[in-house]
């Protein structure tokens, strides 16, 4: 095929197909990129390592593509113009008899070697030496810190997180509470079907696999909010199983941990009295505890007991208020296809008071 008959991509696909990278990442830095925690910032490190690798070689390797085009160009051009091989005065159809010439002459005699260095030796000590540094990155997950501050159990359901600290006395849903610089041990479980929990900016993906127990360390270096998400499918609402990971200075931490562990607050007036007895009266009661008020079926729900304090509700589905608390009572399957939750029929002055109740649980 001669060149004029290479379709060359217009400058403006060429464009389009570009920028496509850019419009994928949304132009912000990916989570994991991003680390905020000791164990994030080592699997970043080993992002890094490995992306500016492939971006040499593959530098390298385009380089090289480029140099052959260009010396085969110029010895078929070479070739047309003296009727044949310049080099050896053979017909011009001696290669692959459409005109394209047989060798190019810079790497004659030094093919193999070129193999074996360039397509052997090189690739090899450049995959064994990214091969030890990714398995001693990985390390993160297996050795555990010096100082561990506490336990979290976090329990995976279909498709919300139930949030236990054993030492504190305190079981929670969907928001976890960490001690800013502190290292947190997490036991990992899962109450039904595989689920995975990875907090991007803070570590890398564990499994929760049912009937064991798989354990991270976690550890913010600064205070915030960390988005984590499950990650590993799980069924039809997997892809709104998120939660919460708020580090905070230790006081904050402390405060928050002793608030969670009393019993739920008494309503202050006689709407929201009557809001906890249409609470207690109904299905609500049987897969949601409130402590000091219900006893929900183990594992059935997320525990109410501090509802309010909680910043969303339904695995990060919806922001936590008043309005979105009614729509998602009202409708759990309209707005979370398939979550574990049935619409349950409350009367609508009833719900006023159950609304009123559910966002006084502070
Ligand atoms: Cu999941």
């Known amino acids: 095929m001669k060149m004029s008959q290479v379709r060359v991509p217009s400058r403006k696909a060429a464009a389009a197909l570009l920028s496509l990278p850019l419009l994928l990442t949304g132009c912000e830095m990916p989570f994991a990129l991003d680390p905020r925690g000791p164990a994030a910032a080592e699997i970043a490190g080993i992002w890094w390592l490995l992306f500016w690798t492939a971006t040499v070689v593959s530098m390298i390797v385009f380089a090289l593509l480029g140099v052959a085009i260009v010396r085969a160009r110029a010895i078929a051009r070479e070739q047309d113009a003296a009727g044949g091989d310049p080099r050896e005065g053979k017909p011009a159809d001696v290669g692959d008899g459409h005109g394209a010439p047989a060798r190019v002459s810079w790497l004659e005699g030094r093919t193999t070697g070129f193999v074996i260095i360039g397509g052997g030796i090189i690739p090899g000590v450049i995959l064994i030496a990214t091969t030890f540094m990714t398995l001693s990155g990985l390390a993160v997950f297996d050795t555990p810190p010096e100082d561990v501050a506490f336990t979290v159990t976090v329990r995976g359901h279909m498709f919300w997180w139930e949030i236990e ?5 305190v079981v929670t849903a969907n928001e976890m509470h960490i001690p800013v610089g502190q290292s947190v041990r997490v036991e990992l479980e899962s109450a039904d079907v595989i689920h995975s929990f990875w907090v991007p900016q803070l570590h890398g993906k564990l499994e929760m696999v049912p009937g064991r127990t798989n354990v991270i360390y976690i550890q913010a270096d600064e205070a915030g909010v960390y988005f984590g998400k499950c990650a590993e499918f799980c069924g039809q609402q997997h892809a ?20 969670q562990a009393e019993d739920a607050p008494e309503p202050t007036d006689a709407l929201a009295e009557r809001g906890r007895d249409v609470f207690v009266d109904s299905q609500c009661a049987l897969c949601h505890t409130i402590r000091g008020v219900s006893t929900g079926a183990p594992g059935a729900g997320p525990d109410l007991t501090h509802l309010g304090t909680r910043r969303t509700l339904a695995a990060r589905t919806l922001v936590n208020v008043r309005g979105n608390l009614g729509g998602w009572i009202l409708d759990p399957q309209g707005i979370k296809p398939g979550s574990r939750m049935p619409a349950v029929n409350v009367p609508s002055e009833d719900f006023i008071a159950l609304l009123e109740y559910l966002d006084g649980l502070r």
């Open 165 to 169: 600290y054993p030492d504190h006395g």
């Open 240 to 259: 709104n199983m998120e939660f919460l990971v708020i580090a905070e200075p230790e006081g904050d931490f402390e405060a928050w941990a002793e608030r």
